[in-house]
């Protein structure tokens, strides 16, 4: 049935239409940490722009009448080759991960949650059972081990492990102000902006008062929760993980296990050595190291290293299904999104978090339809087109 769209309807048709949508629903500040990014943002731009370099190689006649996207990834079957991406502190929306765990568990697919996520893993695995707890190396070994211990009991079926970080806080175009937590003072100076977007402001009204930027997964249960700058300022403060320390962490974690951030072929090659069953080709959004490459370019030399030994997945610059289905003839397993749902919890809550996953199966389908393929299985390299110098540009 042809959807009609109006200025009422709250079906969206893209991912760029979610964004053009949270733009206009979020404070300016929201929207601006929304879109992060560092220094000139490079990457962050390369990220998107990258998939546009890659062309598709259609075929005509002969085409499957049915088309399967169903695959399994870190030990768990999903209905598409998309998962969500761990994304820290939510507040866009009151439901937060909790929402954003219902429209994964309604369209059959994972969630990655944020050690730093606004919601207890507790809510999210009762929302979602797919869930897979992040972790950064933030504090003692036993507190990491406290919260993996916490992770287990509370029924994560995997752990992910971020390391792609470098503190970067320099953008061109300015950060946005972002307080510590939101006390009287905070909201005399939000005031203007949570004015301009009074829709957004009655929703966190309705929900009981403005979101507090505590990070309740990173405590000890029981224990009151850290700020979200309390709980950063603890991961600045500690020092980096060695491959040393990887192996231990492994050891605390004998399910599936993933290394987030991974951009060369020699770290992929550790990470397997250490003992990951999965790695993720990612520099966190864009949010990192500017001028690292774009993910899809880092993607092919890691899937020549390792990629009989260990999961590959793919997460950045991911837009809409075809998108997916280049990261696939490239060698991922899967993709993870992050700000394309985010935009569109932003718009609608959990409907437009559904909206975006319906968008990245229809795109996903389509492309699957003119590539001949019967499945995402089927997916070879001979359907993208690759230019020339394409994994060596950034």
């Known amino acids: 049935m042809t959807k009609v769209r109006s200025l009422s309807n709250p079906w969206f048709e893209s991912v760029a239409v979610a964004q053009r949508r949270a733009k206009r629903r979020l404070p300016k500040s929201v929207y601006s940490a929304l879109i992060a990014g560092s220094e000139a943002g490079v990457t962050l731009a390369d990220n998107v722009a990258a998939f546009a370099e890659l062309g598709f190689a259609p075929h005509v006649g002969g085409a499957s009448a049915s088309r399967d996207m169903t695959t399994m990834v870190m030990g768990e079957q999903i209905s598409l080759p998309v998962l969500i991406s761990p994304t820290g502190v939510q507040s866009v929306h009151p439901d937060g991960e909790v929402a954003v765990a219902r429209a994964a568990a309604a369209r059959g697919t994972a969630i990655g949650l944020s050690s730093f996520a606004s919601k207890p893993i507790e809510d999210v695995v009762a929302a979602n059972p797919q869930t897979f707890f992040q972790l950064y190396w933030a504090g003692s070994r036993e507190q990491i081990a406290a919260r993996i211990e916490r992770a287990r009991a509370a029924g994560a079926r995997g752990l992910i492990v971020t390391l792609d970080w470098t503190f970067s806080h320099s953008r061109d175009w300015g950060s946005p102000w972002i307080p510590d937590k939101v006390d009287l003072k905070a909201m005399l100076r939000m005031a203007p902006e949570a004015l301009s977007r009074p829709q957004w402001s ?72 250490a003992g990951f069953t999965a790695i993720s080709v990612s520099n966190h959004g864009g949010n990192n190291l500017d001028t690292t490459p774009a993910s899809i370019r880092a993607l092919p030399a890691i899937v020549e290293a390792v990629g009989d030994q260990i999961e590959i997945l793919l997460d950045g610059g991911i837009r809409r299904g075809g998108d997916v289905v280049k990261a696939l003839a490239l060698g991922a397993k899967a993709v993870m999104i992050g700000r394309a749902y985010l935009w569109g919890l932003a718009a609608t809550g959990q409907a437009g978090v559904e909206n975006v996953l319906d968008i990245m199966r229809a795109g996903i389908e389509s492309a699957l339809l003119g590539l001949g393929r019967p499945s995402t299985a089927e997916i070879v390299r001979e359907d993208v087109i690759v230019p020339p110098g394409f994994s060596s540009r950034g």
């Open 202 to 273: 009655l929703e966190w009204i309705r929900a009981g008062g403005p979101p507090d930027l505590s990070v309740p997964n990173v405590a000890p249960p029981g224990q009151p929760p850290l700020t979200f700058f309390g709980a950063y300022g603890e991961w600045m403060m500690t020092p980096p993980p060695s491959w040393e320390d990887l192996r231990w962490l492994r050891e605390q974690w004998h399910g599936p296990f993933m290394l987030k951030g991974v951009i060369r072929a020699d770290d992929a090659r550790r990470a397997v050595d």
